[in-house]
């Protein structure tokens, strides 16, 4: 596609359900990244894919939160027993090269909330 | 800990003017990005400096790089209602790991 793609946009999940969130990146992007934005506040990485690499999960807050990205293409974001502290926008990015240098894309994120 | 901090946190301006936004940083970059984001959804990518540039244009956008001092900062000239939005610059590390991003910038112009 023309932009990367964040379905859904906007979820409500009861305390204590999984869910799933999906992110489509451009087209040949090879760098992927997932960040959470809590409402009024700044970007906080939480995992980064790079080609074949092995990602980089250091931002993952804790063990309830799990990514994968499947054939170097969609990325999906699954949290785990969801808590009231997880509601936030995700946000989802990919760029042509590691360092970015083209820019990253965001999609227009997915609003979680959980009630 | 957090690479980049905006400052300042808020900003009003009238329309017409120019709004300048500063960008601190801690460790050795490739380069710096600044993004706007509007309603709290999806950045959009505003400019990149490389870290062996110090000045850069785009538009009504002047981006400034000192490696120097580790900062950055935007200057949005001649300002307009539509340029009201959260700013944030972003800064992607020598070693090309992830992408941290600032607090942001909120930036109010009024009509």
Redesign the interface.
Known sequence: GAG?SQSPSNKVTEKGKDVELRCDPISGHTAL?W?R?S?????E?LI?FQGNSAP?K??LPSDRFSAERTGGSVSTLTIQRTQQEDSA?Y?C?SSLS????????????TRLTVV | SQQGEEDPQALSIQEGENATMNCSYKTSI??L?W?RQNS??????LI?IRSNEREKHSGRLRVTLDTSKKSSSLLITASRAADTASY?C?T?ATS?????????TSLSVIP
Not at chain 1, 39 to 43: A, D, E, N, P, S
Not at chain 2, 40 to 45: I, T
Not at chain 2, 96 to 104: R, S
Request: no cysteine.
């Open positions: 990367v990244y960040y934005q409402l009024g506040q700044g970007l990485f980064y980089d250091s931002g926008v946000l990015a590691q360092g970015g240098v083209g820019g990253y894309t965001f999609g227009s994120g | 490739n380069n990005q993004y709290g959804r999806g950045l959009v990518h990149l944030f972003a992607v090309y790991d992830k992408v941290i991003f600032g607090p942001g």
